[in-house]
C-alpha cells in the first residue's frame, strides 16, 4: 500500500435519547453504564483495527447514529484522541459529528471543537414544534437556534442543517416556513440535507399508516415541496450536488461524495459496513456480543465481482448531480460506458432521464460524463435500477 491511499472513517453511536417514530436506524435509548461501556469497546475496536489501515491516509472522519451528541463528552474526546494516534490523518481531515439540539449545549460543542472535530450536522427537520412533536422529536425550534448559535460561538464554520418534507399533517407553507427560517440565520448553514419522508416498514409511523391512522401530503404537494427546495435554495447560493443535498460552494460533504464514488471506508461500531478493496462486510448488531469482543463481530463479508463493482459505480455515482466520468469507467474496468451498457444509456437519452454533459462541478475541462436530467433526479430510483446487470 502507498501512504497515498484514502480511507474514510465512519463510527456508529447507537444511542439515543427516545426513538423517533420514522427511524429504523440501529439505535436505541440506554443507560449512562451501557453508553459507557459501548464508548470504551468502539474505542479498542478503533486501536485494533487500525493495524488493518497502515499505508492509508484518512482524509474523514463521520460519528453518526443514533445521536452521537448523547454520549459523555469525555467518551468522545478519548475517541477522536485514539483516531488521532492511531491513524494517518490527513492536516485538512473532515471531521463531522452528528447532533441532536435537545443533546448538546455550549460547553460540550466547544470541547467539540478544541477535540478536532470541524464539521456538525444537526437534525432540525422541522421549524414546527407540533410537527417536531408528531415525530417523536426530543427538541422544539428554540432550542434548535440555541444549538445552532453555541455552535457558531464555538468556532463551527461548518454547519449541516436537516430537514424533512412530506411529514404527517404538513402543508406546503408549513414546509416553505422552515426552510425560510434555515435559510434566514445569521449566518446561514454551509450545507441543508433535504429529504423526503419514506415509511419505514415496521416504524410507528409505518403502522400508524397501516391503520389509516396518518394524514400525509399527497402526491402533488410533495413533489411540489420537493421542486420548491430546489428553487429556494438555489436561489440562496446553494448548490444541488446529490439528489437531497445542497452546500454553498466548497461544502460539499467530502465523506458522504466518498460513498457515491466508492472511496474506501472502514465502519466502526455494531451494525457499521465497510467497503475495503472491494469487499464488502459489517458488524453485527448485537449489543452484548460487541461490548465483549468489539473486533470480533464481523459478518455479511462479499467480495464484490468486477459486475458488482460497476453496477455500484453507476448507481451510486449517478446520485450526483455531476454524475459518472466515462474515463474513469474504463480505467477501472477495462471496458466502455457504451460497450457495458450501451442500450440502457441510449433509451434513457431518448426518455429524457440521462443526458452526456462535460465538465464537472460547472467546470468545462473536457471531461465526459453521464448525468440524470432534472427529470431524471424525480425519477432516480426507476433510472438506477436499470443499470443491474443481473
Request: one cysteine or more; aromatic letters at 8%.
Amino acid at each position: 500500500m502507498t501512504e497515498n491511499r484514502e480511507l474514510e472513517l465512519y463510527l456508529h453511536i447507537p444511542f439515543c435519547v427516545r426513538k423517533c417514530l420514522y427511524c429504523d436506524f440501529l439505535s436505541a435509548p440506554a443507560s449512562p453504564e451501557v453508553r459507557r461501556r459501548y464508548m470504551d469497546a468502539l474505542i479498542r475496536e478503533t486501536a485494533q483495527r487500525a493495524e488493518d489501515c497502515r499505508g492509508r491516509r484518512v482524509t474523514s472522519v463521520f460519528l453518526g447514529g443514533g445521536t452521537p451528541s448523547v454520549v459523555d463528552t469525555d467518551g468522545l474526546e478519548k475517541l477522536l484522541e485514539t483516531i488521532g494516534e492511531r491513524y494517518a490523518l490527513s492536516p485538512d481531515a473532515e471531521l463531522t459529528v452528528e447532533v441532536n439540539p435537545g443533546t448538546v449545549d455550549g460547553a460540550k460543542l466547544a470541547r467539540l471543537r478544541r477535540a478536532g472535530v470541524n464539521r456538525l450536522s444537526i437534525g432540525l427537520q422541522s421549524a414546527d414544534d407540533r410537527t417536531l412533536a408528531a415525530l417523536g422529536r426530543i427538541h422544539t425550534w428554540q432550542q434548535f437556534l440555541d444549538a445552532y448559535y453555541e455552535a457558531r460561538q464555538a468556532g463551527f464554520t461548518n454547519i449541516n442543517v436537516d430537514v424533512m418534507s412530506a411529514l404527517p399533517g404538513q402543508s406546503l407553507s408549513e414546509y416553505l416556513d422552515t426552510l425560510h427560517r434555515v435559510l434566514a440565520l445569521k449566518p446561514a448553514p454551509e450545507h441543508i440535507s433535504a429529504y423526503s419522508l419514506i415509511l419505514e416498514e415496521g416504524t410507528p409511523l409505518w403502522q400508524m399508516a397501516q391503520e389509516g391512522k396518518l394524514k400525509l401530503p399527497n402526491e402533488d404537494t410533495d413533489r411540489l415541496m420537493y421542486r420548491e427546495t430546489k428553487r429556494l435554495l438555489q436561489s440562496a447560493g446553494y448548490t444541488r450536488y446529490e439528489i437531497s443535498n445542497y452546500a454553498k460552494e466548497g461544502y460539499a460533504c467530502r465523506h458522504n461524495c466518498g460513498y457515491w464514488t466508492r472511496r474506501d471506508y472502514l465502519g466502526l461500531g455494531i451494525g457499521a459496513a465497510s467497503l475495503l478493496d472491494n469487499v464488502r462486510f459489517r458488524n453485527g448488531s448485537d449489543l452484548e456480543r460487541y461490548l465483549e469482543n468489539p473486533s470480533g463481530c464481523r459478518e455479511e463479508v462479499q467480495v464484490l465481482s468486477p459486475q458488482e463493482q460497476m453496477e455500484e459505480f453507476m448507481f451510486l455515482g449517478l446520485r450526483m448531480t455531476e454524475g459518472v466520468s466515462e474515463a474513469e469507467f474504463v480505467r477501472l474496468f477495462g471496458r466502455g460506458l457504451e460497450e457495458v451498457y450501451g442500450k440502457v444509456i441510449e433509451k434513457n437519452i431518448r426518455e429524457g432521464l440521462l443526458q452526456r454533459i462535460t465538465g464537472r462541478d460547472g467546470r468545462e475541462d473536457g471531461e465526459e460524463r453521464l448525468a440524470l436530467t432534472e427529470l431524471g433526479m424525480d425519477l432516480s430510483n426507476h433510472v438506477m435500477a436499470q443499470f443491474l446487470l443481473s
